[in-house]
């Protein structure tokens, strides 16, 4: 069998086309998501540490100033 030929197969061609997609090992991987979702930096190209936790502490100066401290890991 070959592929459909004729000037009413633009749909099957073009559904038959997507569906073939989703086998291609490169094409799946750039378009699932799960490779964002796996990486730590969520695909961030400047990113240089992750947050671990922000912690807010008082200080005197003002009654409403809270600064805000982050301990992060850099890599």
């Known amino acids: 069998m070959g592929k459909c030929r004729g000037l009413r197969t633009a749909r ?3 559904s038959h086309r997507r ?3 989703w086998h291609d090992k490169q094409y799946k991987k750039a378009h699932m998501g799960t490779a964002l979702k796996a990486n730590p930096f969520g ?3 400047h990113a240089k540490g992750i947050v ?3 912690i807010g502490v008082k ?3 003002t ?3 809270i600064r805000i401290s982050i301990p992060a ?3």
């Open 59 to 61: 200080f005197n100066q």
């Open 12 to 14: 099957k061609l073009r």
């Open 19 to 21: 569906d073939q997609k």
């Open 52 to 54: 671990l936790e922000k």
């Open 43 to 45: 695909g961030a190209s």
């Open 63 to 65: 009654p409403l100033s």
């Open 73 to 75: 890991v850099t890599i």
